[in-house]
C-alpha cells in the first residue's frame, strides 16, 4: 500500500496537499486511492472504507425458514467419488448449514441413482420407479447396482478379473482370488452392516475373504486344541480319572475352538473392511 508524508512549515501551514490537516503526519492510502482524493478533506476519515451495519437477532424460527430455501444439489460433476458426499447423507446438511439434494446418476447405465439425505424432499414417484439403487466399491466409485453388476459378469464370463470401470481397481481379494461381493446401498438405514468404508475413507480389503479366513482360523484352531488337549491319552493316564477324563478333554477341545471362533467374529466387528 503506497503512503506518502504531510508535512509543515515553521509556521504550522501544510504544505502537501494544500488545506488538509491531520493528526499523524505519515498516512496510509487505501487501495485505488490517489494523494489528490486528499484535497479539501478535514478531520474526516480516509475515503474507501465501508461501515457495517450492528447485527439484528432473528428468531430460529425464521432461521431456519432461511436455510430451507438455500439448497445446494450434487450432481457428478460435483462428486466423483462416494466419500465426497457421504458426510452429507445423514445431517443433510453442509457444513454452512445449506439442505444438502443429491442428484447423481450411474456411469454405465445413465440412469438416475436411488440416493437421498435425511433432508430430501420426496421424488416423484415415476421418478423414484425408474430410479437404480446405489452401489459403491472398495476404491470409493459408484455406480448403479445393475449396471455394475452386469459390468462384473462380463467381465467373469469374459475370464477377466472383475474390476472398477473407471481405475480398474481388482474387486478380489488379493491372497485368495475370490470376488469381493457388490451389494445395493440404501441411504435411508445405518450404514453400518450394509457398506464398509471405502478405501479413501480409511477403511481396508483384507488379504482373504470372510470364508478363507473363517476355514483357516477353525483348522488352526482345531490344531491347537488337540496339541492342548491330545485325543489319545488312555484314560489309566489322567491323574484324576473322575474329575478330568477322555471325556472332559472332548469337551474342552470344542470349547476351545469355539471361543477362538467367537474371539475371531468379535474382531472382525471391531474395524471396517470389505
Known amino acids: 500500500m503506497p503512503r506518502f508524508e504531510v508535512c509543515s512549515d515553521d509556521e504550522g501551514e501544510i504544505d502537501e496537499p494544500e488545506n488538509v490537516r491531520w493528526q499523524h503526519r505519515t498516512i496510509a492510502l487505501p487501495p485505488g486511492v490517489t494523494v489528490d482524493l486528499y484535497s479539501g478533506i478535514r478531520n ?17 424460527s425464521k432461521y431456519k425458514e432461511e436455510l430451507a430455501g438455500n439448497v445446494r444439489t450434487l450432481t457428478n460433476e460435483d462428486v466423483s467419488i462416494f466419500g465426497d458426499f ?18 447423481l446418476t450411474c456411469s454405465i447405465s445413465h440412469a438416475s441413482l436411488d440416493v437421498y439425505t435425511r433432508n430430501s424432499k420426496p421424488r416423484d414417484p415415476n421418478d423414484a420407479a425408474r430410479a437404480e439403487p446405489m452401489a459403491v466399491l472398495p476404491c470409493g466409485h459408484f455406480f448403479g447396482y445393475r449396471g455394475i453388476d452386469d459390468w462384473i459378469r462380463t467381465r467373469i464370463v469374459d475370464e477377466m478379473p472383475p474390476d472398477c470401470p473407471i481405475c480398474r481397481f481388482f474387486l478380489t481379494y488379493p491372497q485368495c ?29 483384507p488379504k482373504y475373504c470372510l470364508r478363507c479366513r473363517f476355514d483357516y482360523i477353525r483348522a488352526v484352531s482345531q490344531q491347537l486344541a488337540y496339541e492342548i488337549y491330545p485325543d489319545n491319552i488312555p484314560s489309566r493316564a489322567f491323574i484324576n480319572p473322575r474329575a478330568c477324563g477322555p471325556d472332559e478333554f472332548e469337551d474342552k477341545r470344542m470349547k476351545m475352538q469355539d471361543r477362538l471362533l467367537e474371539t475371531m467374529f468379535i474382531a472382525e466387528a471391531e474395524y471396517s473392511h470389505w
Open 44 to 60: 474526516s476519515p480516509p475515503p474507501g472504507l465501508v461501515r457495517a451495519k450492528t447485527p439484528q437477532a432473528i428468531r430460529y
Open 86 to 103: 457421504a458426510k452429507y447423507i445423514e445431517p443433510g446438511v453442509d457444513s454452512a448449514g445449506r439442505q444438502i439434494e443429491l442428484d
Open 177 to 205: 482370488g475370490h470376488e469381493i461381493k457388490i451389494r445395493p446401498y440404501d441411504a435411508r438405514f445405518q450404514r453400518d452392516g450394509q457398506l464398509p468404508l471405502t478405501i479413501p475413507e480409511g477403511g481396508t480389503v
